[in-house]
């Protein structure tokens, strides 16, 4: 181990213990039975931890082979943009929609909860640490208001909504403990739940009777914040107005697709009246949460078994992918196998209820996305490596969305290109599902946080500037056939976490990019299969970090 590898060790176990519930996404052992310190200590003793390791890597001696020179600058970036976040006092007032701190210690508890498989002694010491994490939220976020920063209205509201769902399924983990058998637990658990609960609806009382007041209704962050964002989320620098030019034009190409697909399907209908066939269509819908389940682990047990030694090498521990139902609203997502294997690369997808008929056209290409050759096996990948990759690396992808979700958006075109979508119906299903939407994203994610104007020939609204009402509108035109209610959703997410949105698109246009120059420089003797498991190889990193390693290896 070099002095590097032991640097980057060291920091992983401290990050582990001073942020436990980011401990629990990374897959990261041995800190199930505790949560994250939210209070103005906690968030210090992270920001210290940050300022120490980079202290430490200025000191480190790197040899300037390709492997130790990269594993140095993904550590450094990492950390020099945790500490401009601090420095600008993000954190000390979140409550993002999607990935706050209380969607965190919900998630947190989520991962534990493996039916009749459960540890029920860490579910416990969660539960239990409820009232005391909440209470220490509580005092970061009174003294962000006393310094008169406080989150827009509309992120506490959707705090609010999540406290008051939550304890539901808090209390009713005790219930279920009854049924896989019970035990000595059964008392406590009953009373920590109980506990977690209550804290929860004194914390959505707070929220709403001493920050809600005093949140500002107007939603945009600016230039400033939303650069700082896109650092966090991307790892890059972007010419925003030029980004903004893109991502219409994206969207453009991408819809002209749609229709030219439509017509495969319907000769003569537009988008909306296919996807509305579709929709309906009983060949493309399943019924029941179950039978959902089974839907989408074949499919993604398919993907594995025909992509394995044809266009991937694929390790034995990645050729399971574990899909679930998750027990609370949560969206879908996918979580890397733990660093240990002690929880495989899992899949969670939510239903609207256990009876609930489900449409399938769209899930293929979500699927790939999350599963093979998608999430699954990049972050998979990139945790079984030990060869070329330190610790950090290993364990950081979910610190570098726009590496990931660059990546999935990807896996969604190349199984295209693999031929894959042979049904059109599954073809639309990308389109409509992944690219219009993600350029949607584009779009909207910019223009929201630095309200921008319309540009003219757009046909929508051409000349004002964007509001969150113009927002549900253009999404609900370009979203593919989303509810009202997750229009608004969408809408809420982007205003919450500036730059996160744009991840999906603007990364996948690297891959893309890293792609097209080494096609173009090994010309005839240029290699599909050796091209990504280079590109895996490399491990998480920002998106100029990734470009310039691509140009390095060129």
């Known amino acids: 181990m070099t002095s590097l590898d032991a640097l980057a060790d060291r920091h992983v176990d401290e990050m582990a213990a001073l942020d436990p519930c980011l401990a629990a996404m990374m897959g990261i052992a041995g800190q199930d039975d505790r949560l994250t310190d939210y209070s103005p200590d906690g968030e210090a003793a992270r920001t210290d931890l940050a300022r ?9 001696p790197v040899d300037d082979t390709g492997g130790a020179r990269i594993a140095a600058a993904v550590l450094r970036d990492r950390l020099e943009t945790e500490i401009a976040l601090a420095d600008a006092g993000v954190r000390d007032q979140l409550l993002d929609t999607t990935d706050g701190p209380v969607q965190r210690l919900r998630q947190a508890v989520e991962l534990l909860d493996q039916g009749p498989a459960t540890r029920w002694e860490p579910v416990l010491a969660r539960l239990s640490a409820f009232p005391a994490v909440l209470a220490g939220l509580t005092t970061t976020l009174t003294a962000a208001r006393q310094r008169g920063r406080v989150a827009p209205l509309r992120q506490v509201q959707r705090n609010i909504e999540v406290c008051r769902i939550a304890p539901a399924y808090l209390t009713g983990l005790a219930d279920r403990y009854a ?5 000595p637990l059964a008392e406590p658990l009953t009373a920590a739940a109980r506990a977690a609960a209550a804290a929860l609806h004194d914390f959505a009382h707070y929220l709403e009777t001493e920050i809600a007041p005093h949140a500002p209704a ?3 962050l600016g230039r400033d914040a939303y650069a700082l964002g896109v650092r966090d989320y991307l790892g890059t620098t972007l010419d925003l ?3 903004y030019a893109w991502g219409w034009a994206e969207l453009a190409r991408v819809e002209a697709e749609m229709a030219e697909e439509a017509a ?8 909306a009246e296919v996807i509305a066939a579709l929709d309906a269509d009983p060949a ?5 949460a179950e039978a959902f389940r089974r839907h989408i682990q074949d499919l993604a047990d398919r993907a594995i078994d025909d992509l394995d030694g044809t266009h991937f090498t694929i390790p034995e521990p990645l050729r399971t992918v574990d899909c679930r139902i998750p027990p609370v609203d949560s969206g879908i997502y996918y979580l890397a196998p733990a660093e240990d294997l002690s929880r495989p690369g899992t899949v969670w997808w939510t239903v609207p209820a256990p009876d609930a008929d489900m449409i399938t056209w769209t899930v293929p290409a979500t699927m790939y996305h999350e599963g093979v050759p998608g999430h699954h096996l990049q972050l998979g990948a990139t945790t079984l490596n030990t060869t070329t990759l330190n610790r950090f690396q290993r364990t950081s992808s979910e610190l570098h969305p726009g590496h990931c979700e660059g990546w999935g958006l990807y896996a969604e075109r190349l199984m295209d290109e693999l031929g894959y979508y042979r ?11 992944g690219q219009q939407l993600r350029a949607a994203r584009v779009v909207l994610d910019i223009g929201l946080h630095l309200e921008l104007p319309i540009p003219a020939g757009t046909g929508f609204h051409e000349g004002e ?16 056939a989303m509810t009202p209610a997750e229009v608004a959703f969408e809408i809420d997410r982007y205003l919450g976490r500036p730059g996160q949105a744009i991840a999906y698109k603007l990364g996948e246009r690297i891959w893309l990019e890293a792609r097209e120059a080494a096609r173009h420089r090994d010309g005839a003797a240029f290699d599909l299969r050796a091209f990504h498991q280079h590109a895996l190889d490399l491990g998480p990193m920002g998106l100029d970090r990734l470009r310039a390693e691509f140009t390095h290896s060129a």
């Open 52 to 60: 120490r390791t980079l202290a430490e890597l200025d000191k480190t």
């Open 179 to 183: 049924q896989y058998g019970g035990g």
């Open 218 to 220: 107007h939603d945009a």
């Open 241 to 243: 107005e030029e980004t």
């Open 264 to 271: 495969r399907i319907l000769p003569g209908a537009r988008v």
């Open 284 to 288: 493309h819908r399943v019924t029941s």
């Open 423 to 433: 049904n059109p119906a599954h073809r639309l299903g990308m389109l409509a599902g």
């Open 465 to 480: 500037r964007w509001n969150a009402d113009l927002g549900r509108e253009f999404l609900t035109r370009h979203g593919g």
